[in-house]
């Protein structure tokens, strides 16, 4: 067993973040592990750009209201305890809702240093766009 020591907690850059964002890394696996993972703190209406993840990325939410959403669909309100999976290459956005705070751990893996990046990162999301009708998971089918 290894106690490993941890980087400490990081604000998130402005190319790739709006508001106010800290993460910790969980995990970042070295060859032959590819897993990541990061405990990611989103103060209220603060949010990723838009992005994909060449392996896809799993979300689990850890407190507050969590928004998601994936290009050309409908904006998800998730909770605390909802898995949320955004499959390979696929462009979406997650982030706290306008008036609470929310944390999720991200999980994702690293293709590999020959196989394209673990993450691309797109445009911002517009504010209209954050301010949407949104479904909740507690409602939704």
């Known amino acids: ?3 490993l020591k941890q980087p400490p907690t990081t604000k998130g850059p402005a190319d790739m973040f709006a508001g106010d964002v800290w993460f910790d890394v969980v995990h970042r696996g070295e060859e032959p592990s590819r897993a990541r993972a990061n405990m990611v703190r ?7 750009a838009w992005h ?3 392996l896809g990325q799993t979300l689990y939410i850890v407190e507050g209201i969590a928004l998601i959403q994936s290009r050309g669909g409908e904006i998800i309100e998730a909770h605390p305890g909802d898995v949320i999976y955004t499959p390979p290459g696929e462009a979406h956005w997650h982030g706290a809702a306008p008036d609470r705070f929310m944390t999720h751990l991200a999980l994702w893996e690293s293709p590999g240093p020959d196989a394209g990046p673990e993450t691309t990162w797109l445009e911002h999301v517009a504010n209209d766009e954050h301010a949407a009708p949104r479904v909740s998971t507690r409602t939704r089918p």
Do not use: V
């Open 52 to 54: 994909s993840h060449g």
């Open 1 to 3: 067993m290894e106690i």
């Open 42 to 48: 989103f103060a209220p209406g603060a949010r990723t």
